[in-house]
């Protein structure tokens, strides 16, 4: 029979895993659509409408005076990107491809492969998608200056890192309990449209009002983000150290989760999924 041909050096090894992460995470994001293209334009397009949404929401509300002083629609923006790749993130790596799936039949395939290519592929879409959307903006609607790009690119990548190490948690369990796990996600999805903090800032939170929000990893990460973004607000209620240890923590759960559920993988899972 025909076999490919496997380097037993450590480098080609890593190389050749390389290789297969990024295969797999272009079919990841063609996954979604198949022109990549009309993908992105489409994510794009979820983009601004949530971000119109929320601006038109806030305006009609009277909370933009609640708002930092500066790029109202960029304080809109800072909110909305960092919700968007966090729950993407969560939705990618809860419905990656699992033990039981007929991806995991090709020999060098495996869930590590599949999951990493998950999140990989909506960083990619997300940070694309955010960076087309800003420049746009800048140049067609109005001048925005970011008073500390790195650290806001930062908060982004610590969204999307909280999101996949959710998602991991929620993938270790959904074979036990597919629909209420499911169902849970979703939940969860939804409740950070609010519990995300995106609408106002931790600073002018009561205490009995921010109590409700700071468990929320997204919430200290948005805060961050507009304290880097403005050079107007220094956020005193929320820090980006508390989003990483909670990551590392639930990345740990969710991979020794899925270590042990892997080990009772069954092929009736795949048609309870």
């Not at 119109?52 to 909370?63: A, E, K, P, W």
């Not at 939170?205 to 990460?221: E, I």
């Not at 639930?250 to 009772?264: A, H, I, N």
Request: hydrophobic content about 50%; cysteine-free; glycine content about 8%.
């Amino acid at each position: 029979m025909f076999r490919a041909e496997r380097s037993n050096s450590t480098l080609g090894s890593t190389f050749s895993l390389l290789e297969l992460i990024y295969h797999a995470t272009v079919r990841s994001v063609r996954r979604s659509h198949g022109n990549a293209l009309l993908g992105l334009l489409m994510n794009m397009f979820q983009t601004v409408l949530l971000v119109l949404s929320f601006y038109v929401m806030i305006d009609l509300l009277g909370m933009r005076r609640a708002a930092i002083r500066g790029g109202f629609l960029l304080y809109v923006m800072s909110g909305i990107f960092m919700f968007m790749t966090h729950t993407k993130a969560t939705g990618a790596v809860f419905g990656s491809e699992g033990p039981t799936s007929q991806m995991m039949k090709h020999a060098p395939m495996t869930t590590a492969v599949s999951i990493t290519s998950a999140a990989l592929g909506v960083l990619y879409i997300q940070v694309l998608s955010a960076t087309v959307v800003l420049y746009f903006y800048h140049v067609a609607v109005n001048h925005i200056e970011i008073y500390n790009l790195l650290g806001a690119f930062a908060m982004l990548l610590l969204s999307w890192f909280t999101g996949v190490a959710i998602g991991m948690v929620f993938l270790a369990i959904k074979p036990w309990a597919p629909d209420i796990v499911g169902i849970i996600q979703s939940v969860y999805s939804r409740v950070n449209m609010i519990a995300s903090g995106k609408m106002f800032l931790a600073n002018t939170l009561p205490h009995k009002m921010l109590v409700l929000f700071d468990w929320n990893p997204l919430f200290h990460t948005i805060d961050q983000t507009r304290g880097f973004a403005f050079i107007n607000y220094n956020p005193h209620f929320s820090s980006w150290q508390y989003p990483l240890y909670v990551g590392l923590a639930l990345l740990m759960v969710g991979l020794m989760g899925e270590f042990y559920t892997r080990q009772y993988a069954s092929i009736s899972w795949g048609a309870r999924q």
